[in-house]
């Protein structure tokens, strides 16, 4: 009993540290939203072109093979820039927060875009590849409100809707190849742009 209340009043603290934290806390992370929307705003911008004809078509599997290398790509980039995140930031309640949110959403994105290959590859229909954009940036409109809640920042909150918007109009566009020309825009304007922010905010509060 005393160790359950013990977590309740850990759980209540963790609470009010981040409701009196959240809206002058400096989030960071900024630069692994940059590297992530420019690696795979690229391998969208290379599928478009591929499927527009202004690449050459080698194979049926250059469209994999184009994701696996940005995966392969940001894993690496996301090794060297988490280690060069401060750890006294990284475990303020804030950051924990939203740390949390987009952590989950990255496991997320990588276990949806293996199932669906598995599915295109068993089915022979796309049609699951065509959700991902959609289902990606309805997580990032997850991870944006958890920090628009945490921050009270409207920016971030025009961040979080922009995203959800943007799922829908991936939607529209998904018999289209340009399809892959608006999710790479999208990746700029909702993790690029953004990213770029907050490191600019993490600048000028060192």
Known sequence: MNERLADLENDIGFLKALAVEGRSA???????????????????????????????RFSGW????????????????????RRRLSPHKSADPANRAVGVAWSGAGFSI??????????????GSDVALMMLPSIILAL???????????TRAGWVRAAAIGSYVGAVVMAALC????????????????????GAALVRQARAAT
């Not at 940059?34 to 499927?51: C, D, E, P, R, V």
């Not at 018999?175 to 953004?194: E, I, K, Q």
């Open 175 to 194: 018999r289209d190849h340009a399809l892959y020309l608006a999710f790479a825009g999208a990746l700029v304007l909702l993790a690029v742009a953004p």
């Open 140 to 150: 990032y409109g997850l991870c944006w409100s958890v920090a628009a809640n945490v």
């Open 62 to 81: 250059i469209y994999p093979a184009i994701w696996l290398a940005s995966m392969i790509a940001f894993v690496a980039e996301f090794v060297i820039l």
């Open 110 to 123: 990588f276990t949806l875009f293996v199932s669906a290959a598995i599915i295109a590859w068993r089915t």
């Open 26 to 56: 400096t989030l960071i992370g900024g630069s692994i939203l940059i590297a992530a929307g420019t690696t795979f705003g690229l391998a969208s911008l290379g599928q478009w072109a591929a499927l527009s004809g202004f690449l050459p």
